[in-house]
């Protein structure tokens, strides 16, 4: 089958979910930053309702994926006002034009794009948590039309698969989609979503700094070498790390922009982020905690406890969906995810401390410059001007490694070279968001931007 019709529908359509459904909130958003967050909140809707068609013992196919596409893309036009209203703001004329900077930029990122989309849709599967985990059940789904397929329960493979079937339903869910939309190996969703991640991090850093300096640290964002590698193979990290990070910086842009309805959104992203990875609701509690004083200060303390308690049980519904509904009631076999606890050691979780630093955030190979640029403006922006503000981001980066810290701690199976590693991936977009932001980049943007007035046309 020819992919590129439905392939095109499906984006169409979950693009204009995700639109929608900003609209139907009420959210005030740069327009240039609207494609690329409506199409994440689109993929993550559209995985939900085609796996509730599963629950409902609808079999799965291309057909039931276009009208669940349809489904999703209508249902927020029930708020028509706040929609309209929405749409008729992007249809404004365009204001932003390109310096010669900003294309180089474009050229040298779009080149680099296309090699992850090259890559995503002719190289096969490769990963052996993804040949033995996500991509065999998608194969196997799109056989039998029902994710409860012979790969949980085929006497044959128990003990051979890996764990990522069962804490990884966002990326197994689009790895079916898209093979059932006709790609030989599925995971081109992969470089969609690093683009749309990529496009959302240049966006904000263009809304903090000069562009010039914005497009710097953007293509030392999208050349991090670990990043780069996982934009365009089948794994869940890159997934989480998009809708993680956006979260966390939805909840920044809020506060910073006196913009409540933004909170709202994040909720989706930080529930698109337990839906990627089971840990991610540990990781999501500790941030949302971390974050109530800055709501509070925002606005009151009505309104933190409120998007705490709503953010809370969205993202354990999504949760609970797939570990608890789906586990209990209709999949035959259980994960051993008891076995793999073995509780809490000081010494253990001093060493997880240890090995991360040393083993992985000091590794120029995986990282490049990212820590090292994170460090040197942190203290040179504390030395020169006595602030390490902004401090939401900061504050996130430091949940991302506590979370790690303990689930690295307490679950036999989180290596540190490994899972701990990837889950860093939630990081680096915070990195470089935060060195944009700070009092240093800031004056230098300043005195770029005088510059750039006083010099001769």
């Known amino acids: 089958m020819n992919p590129t019709l439905p392939f095109v529908m499906t984006l169409i359509l979950q693009l204009i979910c995700g639109m929608a459904t900003i609209g139907a909130l009420r959210v005030h958003m740069q327009r240039s930053l609207v494609m690329p967050v409506a199409l994440l909140v689109g993929m993550f809707l559209h995985t939900l309702a085609f796996f509730v068609c599963d629950l409902v013992h609808i079999p799965l196919s291309v057909q039931t994926l276009l009208i669940c596409g349809l489904l999703i893309a209508t249902v927020p036009h029930i708020w028509w006002k706040s929609v309209s209203q929405f749409y008729s703001q992007l249809l404004t004329k365009p204001t932003w034009t390109l310096t010669l900077y900003d294309v180089v930029t474009l050229g040298v990122v779009g080149y680099v794009a296309f090699i992850a989309v090259w890559a995503s849709w002719y190289w096969p599967v490769t990963p052996f948590d993804a040949m033995a985990g996500i991509d065999l059940v998608a194969k196997q789904t799109v056989e039998e039309g029902t994710i409860v397929n012979r790969v949980f329960t085929d006497v044959s493979l128990?003990?051979?698969?890996?764990?990522?079937?069962?804490?990884?339903?966002?990326?197994?869910?689009?790895?079916?989609?898209?093979?059932?939309?006709?790609?030989?190996?599925?995971?081109?969703?992969?470089?969609?979503?690093?683009?749309?991640?990529?496009?959302?991090?240049?966006?904000?850093?263009?809304?903090?700094?000069?562009?010039?300096?914005?497009?710097?640290?953007?293509v030392l964002y999208v050349l991090t070498p670990e990043m780069l590698g996982y934009s365009y193979i089948v794994q869940t990290d890159m997934l989480n790390a998009a809708y993680f990070s956006t979260a966390a910086l939805l909840i920044w842009y809020a506060v910073a922009n006196d913009q409540r309805q933004t909170l709202w959104l994040s909720t989706i992203f930080l529930a698109g982020a337990c839906w990627s990875r089971s840990e991610s609701i540990l990781l999501v509690a500790i941030g949302v905690a971390a974050s109530l004083v800055f709501i509070a200060k925002a606005w009151n303390w009505k309104t933190a406890i409120s998007y705490s308690a709503i953010t809370g049980l969205v993202c354990f519904l999504v949760f609970a969906l797939w570990h608890l509904l789906f586990f209990n009631v209709y999949l035959p076999v259980h994960p051993s995810t008891s076995e793999q606890l073995i509780g809490f050691d000081v010494g253990r979780f001093a060493n997880v401390v240890s090995e991360t630093f040393t083993n992985v955030v000091a590794t120029t190979g995986l990282w490049a410059g990212s820590f090292l640029i994170f460090a040197s403006v942190f203290v040179i922006n504390l030395a020169m001007k006595r602030s390490i503000k902004p401090l939401l981001p900061l504050v996130w980066i430091v949940c991302?490694?506590?979370?790690?810290?303990?689930?690295?701690?307490?679950?036999?199976?989180?290596?540190?070279?490994?899972?701990?590693?990837?889950?860093?991936?939630?990081?680096?977009?915070?990195?470089?968001?935060?060195?944009?932001?700070?009092?240093?980049?800031?004056?230098?943007s300043r005195r770029l931007t005088q510059w750039e007035a006083g010099r001769p046309s």
């Open 158 to 218: 128990a003990g051979q698969l890996s764990n990522q079937p069962f804490y990884a339903p966002f990326a197994m869910l689009l790895q079916v989609m898209y093979r059932m939309i006709g790609f030989l190996n599925g995971q081109i969703w992969v470089s969609i979503v690093s683009i749309c991640l990529g496009w959302t991090i240049w966006i904000l850093l263009r809304r903090l700094v000069h562009p010039f300096i914005a497009d710097v640290l953007w």
């Open 400 to 444: 991302v490694f506590v979370g790690l810290w303990i689930v690295g701690t307490i679950f036999s199976a989180a290596i540190v070279e490994q899972t701990l590693r990837r889950g860093i991936f939630k990081v680096i977009p915070l990195l470089f968001v935060y060195v944009a932001g700070t009092e240093l980049m800031q004056h230098a």
